[in-house]
C-alpha cells in the first residue's frame, strides 16, 4: 500500500504561481510512473501530467503546455504551476501508476486524497 499526502494548493489570483508537492509512504513507488489529476465542480477526473519513473518521458495535456511543469525525486512527486487562469481552478490528485512507463485515469493504482487549487480573475 501506498499513501499519497498532497499539499500546496490555495487561492490565488489569475497570473499567479503555485508549486504541489505529493509525498508518498509505505511500499515504494519508485518504479512505477506518477502523476497529477484534476478535477473541477461539476466535471470528471482529467489527466494534467504524468512522469515515468526515471523522470525521462513527461506528458502534459494541452491546455497546461508550457504553464506547468512536473518533477519528481525519491520523496514523490511535484507539479509547478504558473501563469494560472480560472480554468486550473480544481481539486489536484496525485496519483501512482499501475506500471513503471506512463500513466492514465484508468491505469492508477494509488491516489491521493487532493488539494484544492482555486484561481480568481
Known amino acids: 500500500q501506498v499513501r499519497l499526502v498532497e499539499s500546496g494548493g490555495g487561492s490565488v489570483q489569475a497570473g499567479d504561481s503555485l508549486r504541489l508537492s505529493c509525498k508518498a509512504s509505505?511500499?515504494?513507488?519508485?518504479?512505477?510512473?506518477m502523476g497529477w489529476f484534476r478535477q473541477a465542480p461539476g466535471k470528471e477526473r482529467e489527466f494534467v501530467a504524468g512522469?515515468?519513473?526515471?523522470?525521462?518521458n513527461i506528458q502534459y495535456r494541452d491546455s497546461v503546455k508550457g504553464r506547468f511543469t512536473i518533477s519528481r525525486d525519491s520523496a514523490g512527486v511535484y507539479l509547478e504551476m504558473s501563469s494560472l487562469e480560472p480554468e486550473d481552478t480544481a481539486v489536484y490528485y496525485c496519483?501512482?501508476?499501475?506500471?513503471?512507463?506512463?500513466?492514465?485515469?484508468?491505469?492508477?493504482?494509488?491516489w491521493g486524497q487532493g488539494t484544492l487549487v482555486t484561481v480568481s480573475a
Open positions: 496519483a501512482v501508476g499501475r506500471s513503471s512507463g506512463g500513466i492514465g485515469r484508468d491505469t492508477v493504482q494509488y
Open positions: 509505505g511500499r515504494t513507488s519508485s518504479n512505477n510512473a
Open positions: 512522469i515515468n519513473w526515471k523522470g525521462s
